[in-house]
T-cell receptor, first 111, second 116 residues
Framework: DAKTTQPPSMDCAEGRAANLPCNHS???????VYWYRQIHSQGPQYIIH???NNETNEMASLIITEDRKSSTLILPHATLRDTAVYYC????????????FGGGTRLMVKP | DTAVSQTPKYLVTQMGNDKSIKCEQN?????MYWYKQDSKKFLKIMFS???????INETVPNRFSPKSPDKAHLNLHINSLELGDSAVYFC???????????????FGQGTRLTVV
């Protein structure tokens, strides 16, 4: 079962930063935090992942608290195409460990 | 080229039939997965498979079986289809070397199965 808690839905104005929170208070020391998103009728898409340090790529930034019990995915300039369900997942980085998805956050970007 | 491709995209069939969904990845990944997304939109892992090991989610009925003719393919066979099997099925792949998951998982576009 999923080990994360996310708000079921959020709204964001187009062009603004979208900050999606995730609680993972029972995370273990060897578990990574992954973010995926699923745009309507498509397969899930990888966004970013991290262990302890903050991470940034061309899609988003991931901020992980020092105690690693929560994280925030930041989409710096949300567009209408970012409307999707965003999943926060914790996973041990070993072979054979499968992604377990929770309910995710439905982000609606509005004009 | 599509990284992970599934066929068919839509499948409508009657209860009791046996059907297969095909999945192919051209990424050179060594691990493939099948996920089921039900009407409530929850994504649930069904299988994880590489050339060494098949890991089965214990909640998956044994009517479902993965078949891998080679590293690039993982097909899903379903026997005696039931109404509750109606869902979207996603195939995915990733690369796991030396016991470390060093790439993200890539997902196919899904197969919408409708059992009538």
């Amino acid at each position: 079962d999923a080990k994360t808690t996310q708000p079921p839905s959020m709204d964001c104005a187009e062009g603004r930063a979208a900050n999606l929170p995730c609680n993972h208070s029972t995370i273990s020391g060897n578990e990574y935090v992954y973010w995926y998103r699923q745009i309507h009728s498509q397969g899930p898409q990888y966004i970013i992942h991290g262990l302890k340090n903050n991470e940034t790529n061309e899609m988003a930034s991931l901020i992980i608290t020092e105690d690693r019990k929560s994280s925030t995915l930041i989409l710096p300039h949300a567009t209408l195409r970012d409307t999707a369900v965003y999943y926060c997942i914790v996973r041990v980085g070993n072979a054979g460990n499968m992604l377990t998805f929770g309910g995710g956050t439905r982000l609606m970007v509005k004009p | 080229d599509t990284a992970v491709s599934q066929t068919p995209k839509y499948l409508v069939t009657q209860m009791g039939n046996d059907k297969s969904i095909k999945c192919e990845q051209n990424l050179g990944h060594d691990t493939m997965y099948w996920y089921k997304q039900d009407s409530k939109k929850f994504l649930k892992i069904m299988f994880s498979y590489n050339n060494k090991e098949l890991i089965i989610n214990e909640t998956v009925p044994n009517r479902f079986s993965p078949k891998s003719p080679d590293k690039a393919h993982l097909n899903l066979h379903i026997n005696s289809l039931e109404l509750g099997d109606s869902a979207v099925y996603f195939c995915a792949s990733s690369h796991e070397s030396s016991g470390v998951w060093d790439t993200e998982a890539f997902f196919g576009q899904g197969t919408r199965l409708t059992v009538v």
